[in-house]
């Protein structure tokens, strides 16, 4: 992997050193080229009108679920549907799969607040028992635990894959056995690990599974909800309209099967035309590699800073992915962050939307550097410089 070949694709990388990955990441040109094209040559609707420019937007749109299928290893493109982002995604599984009064539903107590608030409202809504498994000490997952409050009531259970707080990664093959074992739903919030490593939905025994493009190189606005076929059949829809409907009555209405019977209204053609070119950039470096790289940079930050600040998560940078979440002590994280960009160092202050365990430890947040394919070992070395300087 060619780091310096890589940085000519991207706008902005010389200007500032981007370490907010896990909030978005920057775009390459072929991304941007794929973009400006559907406003160039084919600024319209699919699926619905029959033109020819209609026609040509239509096929892109098939390429690019059919991208992603591929990249899940899903066995159908009715498995992927197209949605705003990780959390319409996951409020879509929340609101659609029919949970009354008594269902169980647990996650993590690590959960950014899209896979938290949808399912405290459905405890307001609904009646549902909402449980969080307790990580350990050092934020690994609790497997004995989550084990140990599996019951026949439990209808979900709806998990951050990789958690954007710390970057720990759940054993999820373990932990789908041990739901399927009990009859229930398996969901990952996987907005932090689609992106960085590969991922098979097969392998993750996942039923289903939510990421947002715009965390992997795509286009800003586009995510997607892959969910195992006979499960989208029983799955209801968030929204209704154009696109969704098969036929209606001035009393029925007949829903399209899935994808369509999700996608209701004109949908972000021109985001959805940046799909495929993000997940062939980064299958042609190879997610394996970009994760390599990222542990290897967040090795390297680790081992020049670990005894002068508290890093959250476990000690081991290899259990943290490209996560690097730490405070000063001293100085707040917002002053972190905001002393970290005087250097051009972008970062993310505060609580990551995971508002819930920071409050629980009365903590402000934390400053959270996360790397991604086109940072460097020099940009690293100019953080820790910079860092140690801000520690007198
Ligand atoms: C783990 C995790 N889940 C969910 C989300 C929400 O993603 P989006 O804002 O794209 O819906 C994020 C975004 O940072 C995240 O890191």
């Given amino acids: 992997m060619d780091v310096e070949d890589i940085r000519k694709d991207f706008p902005l990388v010389d200007e500032y050193?981007?370490?907010d990955n896990a909030c978005l990441t920057l775009k390459p040109y072929q991304v941007i080229d794929a973009v400006d094209e559907y406003y160039h040559k084919f600024p319209v609707c699919a699926g619905r009108s029959s033109h020819s420019l209609s026609n040509l937007l239509t096929r892109k749109i098939i390429s690019a679920r059919e991208s992603v299928r591929s990249l899940l290893n899903a066995e159908d493109p009715s498995e992927i549907v197209f949605t705003k982002n990780t959390t319409e995604s996951i409020n879509l599984v929340a609101r659609g799969m029919g949970f009354e009064k008594g269902d169980v539903v647990i996650s993590?107590?690590?959960e950014h607040n899209s896979n938290l608030a949808p399912w405290l409202l459905l405890k307001g809504d609904k009646g549902i028992d909402y449980r969080q498994v307790p990580s350990l000490p050092d934020g690994t997952f609790d497997l004995e635990a989550f084990e140990e409050m599996m019951n026949k009531d439990v209808k979900m259970v709806s998990m951050v894959h990789t958690s954007n707080l710390d970057g720990v990664t759940l054993p999820s093959k373990e932990i789908g056995k041990i739901v399927h074992d009990h009859d229930a739903y398996f969901m990952l919030d996987a907005a932090q690990s689609v992106p960085h490593r590969p991922i098979d939905v097969n392998e993750l025994n996942v039923d289903f599974l939510a990421f947002s493009v715009h965390k992997m190189l795509g286009p800003t606005g586009v995510g997607v909800l892959y969910g195992r076929r006979e499960l989208m059949e029983e799955l209801g829809p968030l929204v209704v309209g154009g696109g969704s409907v098969k036929d209606t009555s001035y009393e029925e209405v007949t829903l399209h099967s899935s994808p369509n019977k999700f996608e209701g209204g004109l949908q972000n053609y021109a985001g959805l035309c940046g799909v495929k070119a993000a997940i062939d950039y980064l299958l042609d470096i190879g997610l394996d590699e970009i994760e390599k790289h990222e542990i290897e940079l967040n090795k390297r930050a680790t081992e020049?800073?670990?005894?002068?600040?508290t890093i959250l998560g476990p000690e081991d940078p290899g259990?943290?992915?490209g996560i690097f979440n730490f405070n000063l002590n001293e100085l707040g994280?917002?002053?972190t962050?905001?002393?970290?960009?005087e250097n051009k160092i972008?970062?993310?202050?505060?609580?990551?939307?995971?508002?819930?365990?920071y409050n629980k430890r009365g903590l402000e947040g934390g400053t959270r550097v996360s790397f991604y394919l086109y940072n460097t070992v020099e940009e690293v070395d100019i953080m820790v410089d910079t860092m140690e300087s801000l520690l007198g």
């Fill in 17 to 19: 050193i981007y370490f």
């Fill in 108 to 110: 993590t107590d690590k």
């Fill in 304 to 309: 020049a800073l670990k005894d002068r600040i």
């Fill in 319 to 321: 259990l943290r992915s």
């Fill in 333 to 335: 994280c917002h002053e």
């Fill in 337 to 341: 962050a905001l002393l970290l960009e």
């Fill in 346 to 357: 972008l970062t993310r202050g505060g609580m990551q939307c995971v508002h819930s365990w």
